[in-house]
């Protein structure tokens, strides 16, 4: 649960449960398995998880406890997402059906709900074309995340992508320009040149972007800062500049 929203995530508990689940086809954003425990079922779960591109987390039995509503889990829980994601592909798809330049959103490890959400919904007012998750290290479509959102989750396609620097060289192959956003980026927001096709790239909450995400961005913008912090948070961030992407491309 969510202690500042009170929102609960759609949790599927048990084994046969989260079989059935699986076979039917449910999104899935994360699978749960206590860790340590040798069981057959417990592994052709795990299994069958994987194969379908569910990330699966091995974890201590007392955080199932913390997490299940019937008390009842059997050693897994299958948080649902609150859609389907997409693909890459999809997104720009999407921008040609449209006739628009592509402009696609590139979250790299924001593992704060509330942030993830907040990002999708700039994303949908300023009129991007997508969002590309990692699988690992993020934030997924959660029920905090769509709430976070205001609905927006619910409109905006979101692609959950296993290698974030592969998929950016996809983009770039695609023929979309890179920027990715930092404090000591060298092209300043107000002086860049955003018209084009692009993928905007926010950094996580902490670190920013990765090493091989922020070698793969074709340029790193910095935000005018007149205070005395160094940085805004990522979903500020994130705003601003996706609002001077809308802005250069409305001239």
């Not at 059906?97 to 592509?102: A, I, K, L, Q, S």
């Not at 995400?213 to 160094?230: F, R, T, W």
Request: hydrophobic share 45%; glycine share 10%.
């Amino acid at each position: 649960m969510d202690n500042d929203t009170g929102i609960r995530n759609e949790i599927i508990e048990g084994r046969n449960a989260v079989i059935e689940a699986l076979r039917a086809g449910r999104a899935i954003d994360k699978l749960y398995i206590s860790r340590g425990e040798v069981d057959k079922t417990l592994g052709h779960i795990a299994s069958k998880a994987r194969d379908k591109g569910i990330v699966v987390v091995e974890c201590d039995r007392r955080k199932l406890d913390f997490m299940s509503q019937t008390h009842a889990h059997q050693g897994v829980i299958a948080v649902c997402a609150v859609r389907e994601y997409c693909t890459v592909e999809d997104i720009l798809a999407l921008a040609e059906e449209r006739g628009e330049v592509p402009f696609v959103i590139v979250c790299d490890e924001i593992s704060d709900g509330h942030n993830l959400g907040a990002i999708i919904r700039s994303a949908e007012c300023a009129g991007a074309h997508g969002v590309i998750i990692p699988k690992r290290r993020s934030a997924g479509l959660t029920a905090v995340v769509d709430k976070a959102s205001a609905g927006a989750a619910e409109h905006m396609a979101i692609a959950r992508v296993p290698n974030l620097p592969a998929a950016i060289r996809t983009l770039k192959e695609r023929g979309l320009w890179v920027y990715g956003t930092a404090a000591d980026g060298t092209s300043e927001l107000w002086h860049t040149d955003f018209t084009g096709p692009l993928a905007l790239v926010i950094g996580s909450e902490g670190d920013g972007m990765g090493r091989l995400v922020a070698e793969n961005c074709d340029y790193i913008v910095s935000l005018p800062m007149k205070g005395q912090l160094s940085s805004l948070n990522a979903s500020a961030a994130a705003a601003i500049t996706m609002y001077e992407i809308l802005r250069q491309r409305s001239l």
